[in-house]
């Protein structure tokens, strides 16, 4: 790429940046989100909303996917975000309450030092080289191709069934993130420049793993999880599936995950359920577990509102409504996804949807567990995936089991099973699961990441805070 085509890459970061921060200022309680966990909300509001907004507005009302449409959607919510910021500072500057500072101890900067490292050497890379994983290239860019080529998500290289495609009917969010660049940037399909979008999702990823255990954890037990998360082959520079590559994992995993934590969140608000509906609506528009994991995320999420005494059932509601919220937008991304893949003739794909039963599950379910354990296993100790994380992790975990018993920990427990449940039934049914084990067992590990490394943050947090030999500015 010219320099002239890596700038217009990190342009199209900045586009979506924007759009975020518009949704922010709109979204009370999103907006209180301090420094990188507000930026991180920030991106993955914006990618949802001008992907999303570019799926509906070309699937329903014919609306051509060129550059008019990407400035648009992506300026409206930037220009609406800033005139409520205006009208805030003249009704009053609001004073945010001051909290003490504390120095940051030599292992809080050595732990965030690697993750810039890391960020700014993922970043760099796509900016100098092109895409060359696989499924990135095959699935996603090539989608992305097809719908930019006759600008519109109804392509006939798609919708006709005379044409190979493998995979027709995997969501477009991602592909149209890429059209929306690409096509901002003025560059052809041969020039990289969407790549930096992709790295942007490590840098939410490391924010998200700070910013949600912060309030349960110390600094240096957070700064310690984000430098786990920074030496991690698999969400960084690996090409099969970390932000280096052109797969969906890394950006699914940041959505479900967002969209969880936010609604794990006490005293919930409408705004939040807005904001949580926005993410997970992405999620389903990104990847065909993003479904299932989105309904994952608003049963957990609800789970987590009830009360745990009985009170009056008006407030038992109101406690509810901003999962209610959610669950609107995300049934509207469902109702979009339904509607666009009847037009998909499926071929070249697994079809999951027929080959899922009953009879096909049961008891493959269990009789499968002694052929595919070993191969699962085979995959998380594989040093050029995780390095040691899968063998340290169950250690530190039961170690540190009582911080296991912070509030959330059981939902996220649940939550890092879904994707992981998601896989075991997709192993059931599929007539050669050994081959699916070793493409895909790391991915759906990927997805699940977040929360298990929140919890990882739990157990860590107990295992320092009971260590008495440790200096006193490493104790959280």
Known sequence: MTAAEKLAGLAGVLLFAAAGLGWLQLLAGARS?????????????GVGWVGGSLYALSHFGGVPLRRPAVLAVAVAPAVVGLLAWAHRRRAGPQVAPRRSRRRWSWLERAAFAIAIAVFVGVLAESLTNPLRDWDGRMTWVTQARYVRAEGTVDARALAEPQWYVTHPQYPLLLP??????QELAGVSDDVHAFRPFYAGFLFVFFALLYGFPRRRVGRSTAALTVMTAALLPLPTFFPGGG??????????????????????????????????GLLLAAAVLSKNEGTPLALAALFLGALAQLPARRGRPSGRWRRLAPAGVAAVLVAMAVGLLVSWRSGIPNRYDEDYGHLLSLAALWPAAVTRLPLLLPK???????????????????????AGWRGLRRRGAAYLALAALAPLAV????????PDPTDIVRTSWNRF??????????????ALDDLMRRSSWLPRDLTP
Request: aromatic content about 14%; some cysteine.
């Open 376 to 398: 699962i296993r085979f995959e998380m100790i594989a040093f050029q995936h995780w390095s040691l994380f899968w063998s340290v992790a169950p250690l530190v975990l039961l």
């Open 33 to 45: 989100l301090p420094g990188s966990r507000g930026l991180a909300a920030a991106y993955l509001l």
């Open 243 to 276: 932000a280096a590559s052109g797969y969906s994992d890394l950006p699914l995993a940041c959505f479900y995950a967002a969209g969880l934590l936010l609604l794990l969140t006490r005293r919930l608000r409408i705004a939040d359920g807005v904001a949580a």
């Open 445 to 458: 590990l990927l997805q699940a990441s977040i929360p298990i490394l929140i919890l990882f943050s739990f």
């Open 423 to 430: 896989a075991w039934i997709a192993y059931s049914v599929n």
């Open 176 to 181: 149209l993130a890429q059209v929306a660049v």
